[in-house]
């Protein structure tokens, strides 16, 4: 009796030992783990502000960004992203709450802004469900950038980002910062922070310079000659009809402004262009603006490899990737159904494409081989010939192009990247009513894109 | 039928001996598994500490390297970036040459290599962009931190490096605590630090004593990757 009692005693003394080692095990485990969870949650956060910054997101916070409406965040708005666990308050604004956006005063200098100037919106996690538990970050927030907020300098203008490079002046698309805080269970917290602009081909064309922007070396315009060429055998007499307009068709009533109508790149063919858009009277821009003239471009639109990545971008983004086999062309059949005015589109051709018929395409057409236009079509959106660098058109028609169209020749014959861009061309020899700008199609164009990643850093707690 | 006797005394010699040997004998083997248990919890928590301090360790590199290149320069207006030179990062510094000529990763650079690695990064203390380095001297894992600025980065933050990680034996075993996965497209003979995409961390830390049983030290390895996030600008 004694002996077993001993026995079970000794016993105990062992198992309780390793009971402490196996729990000591756990909790290092515990803590890496939480440590982890806590770091991927705020990341998820992350990508829920960078998925909803995104115009075409069913959950856009477009309105939390700007409740104004207007063409960018202003400078002191902040929009968060909550998401409370059940029964918890999540207040960034407080600084008695467990959760309080302390990071807002290093960066700016002041606290987080009150009144209209402070909105929130839910987040889409699934944890509001109840059903699985979603990321557990407690907040996103949302804010433009500028150089004081990135503890760069005392310009505390927005920034914006041309595709390569961030602006002060306007140029591209407006850069944010994501900021995500995430808290486990556990109380492992991670703050990270991302600084994000919409994709550099968004951003590119965001301020496209030209209705028309013959980009390269050499290149060459062939319009309706005197606008009244006739020798095409389409039964729509109507080449009269044909120009290129840089006056933005949705300046405000009463106002002014826009771009070039034909831009290029290299000086030297100035003489040719100009000489060939005759008469001057269909080639119109805002005054003040040179009706055709050089314009420069950002950096990723002046290289062939910088407009491969544009392209690449681009074709990532899109919603319809069109290849046809060498030797053959695909047409506007090929074209989404779904495409409307509504719901405009992004579509890349791996080759030569035909937009003929007699509808409307919507959105961001990009042809890497020949564009041949047949202007009973019309185009409300962007169109890049980037590759071949190719347009021509040869009919005549009553559609137009409302937005605007770039060509740029970045490929050989073969296929090759070319170490500098080549001649473009744009060739309409018929009629159709030509180009005109929209600030509004361009745009909704530039909204097409999503937003990328420009930084990423984690920002260590001060107060836990 | 004879009746058997009883002894109303108790035990007798012989039942006293044999229960005396029997406790000791149980008694003994009992302190021996204890005694095996303790030292092995002693030696098992020599190495759940070496443990902890390398997942301290190697998680803090993963962060600072996560951080690498922020901000990037393209993050500033060109007019705040030219005022401010030190004030946008780039992902890794190097050594020789900095920052005219970039050297070659595995060939003609001495920082980043094996034992030594240098990130760029505004890690949010207040103090701008930080050179922090890791270097392994000895069996001792150094970290340092010094605002960036002009010249030499090791030179400048050779005065801030302090003792991170003790009884790492790396060296000793000639396994590189820092290997280096580069941009798909970069060819091997222009591997610039600018183009590393992933650090590959292995920490080989001895713990601090040895095992009370074996007499031997024991080492334990951890394995960690970490990618780079920002632009190499």
Known sequence: ???????????????????????????????????????????????????????????????????????????????????????????????????????????WGTAVPTGAAYNTVMSDSPIASGSIAGPLYKWVRITPRTNLSG???????????????????????????????????????????????????????????????????????????????????????????????GNDVNAPP?????????????????????????????????????????????PILQTPSGLQTLVNGITQNADLVLSPPPGTVVDQNSLPSAMSASNPMIVVVNGDFNLHGHGTGYGLL???????????????????????????????????????????????ASGNLLANLGYSSFTQTGGGSGIQYSS????ATQALMTYQVLSFREIPLKTP | MKKRQHSAGGFSLVELLIGTILFTIITGIAFSLLMSAQLRYQGESTVTEAFQQANVALDQIVRDIHSAGYPPMSSFSAAAASSNPYGYALPFAWTPSYPGTPCIVG?????????????????????????????LQGTTLMRGMTPKGAGDP????????????????????????????FDSTTPPSQRQPSYIREVNITLIVQSAHPDPQTQQYRTITLTGQAVRFNPNQ
Do not use: H
Request: hydrophobic fraction near 35%; charged fraction near 10%.
């Open chain 1, 1 to 107: 009796m004694v002996i077993a009692l001993f026995t079970l005693m000794l016993i105990s003394v062992v198992a309780t030992a390793l009971i402490l080692m196996a729990g000591t095990e756990t909790a290092l485990k515990g803590n890496y783990k939480s440590a982890m969870q806590s770091f991927y949650d705020a990341k998820a956060g992350l990508e829920e502000g960078r998925g909803r910054l995104w115009a075409r997101n069913p959950d856009s916070i477009a309105s939390c960004l700007n409740p104004g409406g207007g063409p960018m965040m202003p400078l002191n708005q902040v929009c968060y992203i909550l998401n409370p666990s059940a029964g918890e308050v999540v207040n960034p604004q407080d600084p008695t709450n467990p959760y309080a956006d302390t990071e807002y005063q290093t960066e």
């Open chain 1, 151 to 245: 503890n760069l300098g005392a310009d505390n203008t927005p920034l914006f980002f041309d595709g390569a490079n961030s602006n002060s002046t306007g140029i591209g698309a407006q850069v944010f910062t994501i900021t995500s805080l995430a808290v486990t269970p556990y109380n492992s917290r991670r703050l990270v922070q991302y600084t994000v602009a919409l994709a550099g081909s968004a951003a590119a064309l965001g301020n496209v310079p030209s209705a028309l922007t013959l980009d390269g070396n050499g290149v060459s315009f062939t319009g309706p000659s005197g606008g009244n060429n006739n020798n095409n055998n389409n039964n729509n007499n109507n080449n009269n009809n044909f120009k290129i307009v």
């Open chain 1, 254 to 298: 009463g106002t002014q402004s826009g771009i070039s109508a034909i831009g290029y790149t290299n000086p030297s063919d100035g003489p040719s262009v100009s000489m060939a858009a005759t008469p001057s009277g269909s080639y119109l821009s805002p005054a003040g603006v040179p009706s055709v003239g050089v314009v420069s471009l950002p």
């Open chain 1, 366 to 412: 990009v042809v890497t081989g020949t564009l041949d236009y047949d202007p009973d079509a019309s185009w409300n959106g962007v169109i890049l010939v980037i590759g071949q660098g190719t347009f021509t058109s040869s009919k005549n028609g009553t559609g137009v192009i409302n937005g605007a169209v770039f060509i740029a020749q970045t490929l050989d």
């Open chain 1, 440 to 443: 509004s199609w361009v745009k």
């Open chain 2, 107 to 135: 060939s003609t650079c001495t920082v980043p290599g094996q034992y030594e690695l240098i990130v760029e990064a505004d890690i949010g203390n207040g103090l701008g962009v930080q050179w922090i380095r890791y270097s």
């Open chain 2, 154 to 181: 090791v030179g400048a933050t050779n005065s801030s490096l302090a003792p991170y990680l003790d009884n790492v034996m790396n060296g000793n075993n000639s396994l590189s605590i820092f290997t280096y996965t």
